[in-house]
């Protein structure tokens, strides 16, 4: 599968409302723990692209990235610059999500490789990101070399509710 990875910007976002809306509401609805409860409509869904991300993006304080294949976005990962004073050597991972139709194809190693070396241009000597404890993208945040620094008991409840699960900090040295 031929994958173009490719920075997001504003009127990207806008374009791409559509598949960005759809990519995060499907992967609610399959049980990705992304800070959403199920059911998360399109619309919900839309505004979080339009109204939290897009305006962090124009400002320079969130870099978003995309996976496009065949003229639809299959994925997404974003990298948090924003942080403390103390801390402007440092970036976060955040909201890697693939489509579940296209999961366990190298997307998300294409998305998190791309953030990486994003955040090697920007010279960030320490990445860091959090997820669900066990979760299917934890072996791939090792493999990229990020470690574990911790894990958090009852941490935020599973999309459907039911149970809570546990999160594990992780990071990286550049």
């Known amino acids: 599968m031929e994958v173009q990875i490719t920075e997001f910007d504003g009127p990207a976002i806008d374009q791409w409302l559509e598949p960005l809306s759809r990519i995060l509401a499907d992967s609610v609805a399959a049980g990705a723990a992304i800070s959403f409860m199920a059911p998360l409509s399109y619309d919900d869904a839309a505004l979080f692209w339009s109204k939290e991300v897009r305006p962090e993006v124009v400002a320079e304080r969130?870099?978003?990235?995309?996976?496009?294949?065949?003229?639809?976005?299959?994925?997404?990962?974003?990298?948090?610059?924003a942080m403390p004073p103390n801390q402007p050597h440092r970036c976060e991972i955040a909201k890697m999500i693939v489509h579940p139709?296209?999961?366990?194809?190298?997307?998300?190693?294409a998305l998190m490789n791309r953030a990486l070396d994003h955040?090697?241009?920007?010279?960030?000597?320490?990445?860091?990101?959090?997820?669900?404890?066990?979760?299917?993208?934890?072996?791939?945040?090792?493999?990229?070399?990020?470690?574990?620094?911790?894990?958090?008991?009852?941490?935020?409840?599973?999309?459907?509710?039911?149970?809570?699960?546990?999160?594990?900090?992780?990071?990286?040295?550049?």
């Open 62 to 81: 969130r870099v978003l990235f995309g996976a496009e294949h065949e003229g639809d976005v299959l994925g997404t990962v974003q990298l948090l610059r």
């Open 101 to 109: 139709r296209a999961r366990r194809l190298g997307l998300g190693r």
């Open 119 to 174: 955040a090697g241009e920007l010279g960030k000597t320490l990445v860091t990101l959090d997820t669900r404890t066990g979760d299917v993208a934890e072996p791939l945040y090792a493999s990229l070399g990020f470690e574990v620094a911790g894990v958090i008991p009852d941490y935020a409840w599973d999309p459907d509710g039911q149970a809570k699960h546990a999160t594990t900090y992780m990071f990286r040295r550049m």
